[in-house]
């Protein structure tokens, strides 16, 4: 399963930047699909995964400003973030468990800064 994410750029505090992860190469109906991201100094963190039946996981720092949705029939992933901050400065990735394996994409970087 190969998983390509974009959408990461520079973004100024307050603005919004929209995430993609699509996944390819799998026979299968992809189970989970989701977003960690590591800041400078962090460990990676989960941001918010999603399955297939549409059930939700988030971080609490991210609730209320970010949204995560999929189309299954695209296998893709998205990740709207609005009212961000400096602390989301971070590279984001995608990542997908199918059949009990899990992958991970290349990571795509968010900068937010004035």
């Known amino acids: 399963v190969q998983l390509q994410a974009s959408g990461g750029g520079l973004v100024q505090p307050g603005g919004s930047l929209r995430l993609s992860c699509a996944a390819s190469?799998?026979?299968?109906?992809?189970?989970?699909m989701g977003w960690f991201r590591q800041g400078p100094g962090n460990q990676r963190e989960l941001v918010a995964r999603?399955?297939?039946?549409?059930?939700?996981i988030q971080a609490d720092s991210v609730k209320g400003r970010f949204t995560i949705s999929r189309d299954n029939a695209k296998n893709t992933v998205y990740l709207q973030m609005n009212s961000l901050k400096y602390e989301d400065t971070a590279v984001y990735y995608c990542?997908?468990?199918?059949?009990?394996?899990?992958?991970w994409g290349q990571g795509t970087l968010v900068t937010v800064s004035s």
């Open positions: 990542h997908a468990i199918t059949r009990g394996t899990t992958y």
């Open positions: 190469g799998s026979a299968f109906s992809i189970g989970l």
């Open positions: 999603i399955n297939s039946g549409g059930r939700i």
